[in-house]
């Protein structure tokens, strides 16, 4: 898989595998607000997917299928993390303006990514041997997977202790409960004359017939 088709197959495969992810799994986060529960999901399998990327087992090599199993998991895992978080960060400080909360997200994202690229480059020409003494199970790892695996722990660490009201959510239960009074109110029952019916509105034209 070193040729030039295998390379953009597999980073085709890579732009489907976040493409996937931001679907299903940020479908599923927009249903059920549960953004901390899956973004911490999502660390996890981000942490244990990069492995195999920088992972040489000397007893079988890399293995292609894993490493391209491995790489659109990661797309799948890594992707939605983003655009998952860009709308926590929207719902939290509800009502500041949207595009700028996300403007600001993107800028911070973008500025400390461009920032870690030489040093990741650094990192890469580094390698660690785990398990030298046993033949069977020895191998290496590269240093910038290290250094992502590391990154990636961080940020959970730090990402556990969140806690934040969703306070645009609140506000949209809110109007929809005021909603749902106003629906329940216009078909409850009113007194008239001490007589407890329906309002016309709301009764049949050949009941009202029939009163009059």
Known sequence: MTNQLGIDLAGAGFEFGILFGGIVIGGYVDRTKKY???TMALFVASMMLLVPLGLTEHAIGKEPALLI???IGLGVAA????PINAE????????????????VQQIGGNLVSALLVPIVEIASRQDY????????????????VVMLIIMTLATFSYFSSFDCQLKRSMADDEDADAALD??????TTVKINGESSLSDKKVPFWERKGRQ
């Open 88 to 103: 926590l960060a929207v719902d939290i400080s509800y009502p500041c303006d949207e595009t700028a909360v996300e403007s």
């Open 182 to 187: 106003v629906i329940i109110t216009e078909n």
């Open 69 to 71: 199993a491995a790489l």
């Open 129 to 144: 041997q785990i398990l030298p003494g046993i033949p069977k199970l020895s191998s290496d790892i590269r240093g910038d």
């Open 36 to 38: 901390k529960d899956v």
């Open 79 to 82: 992707g939605p993390i983003q």
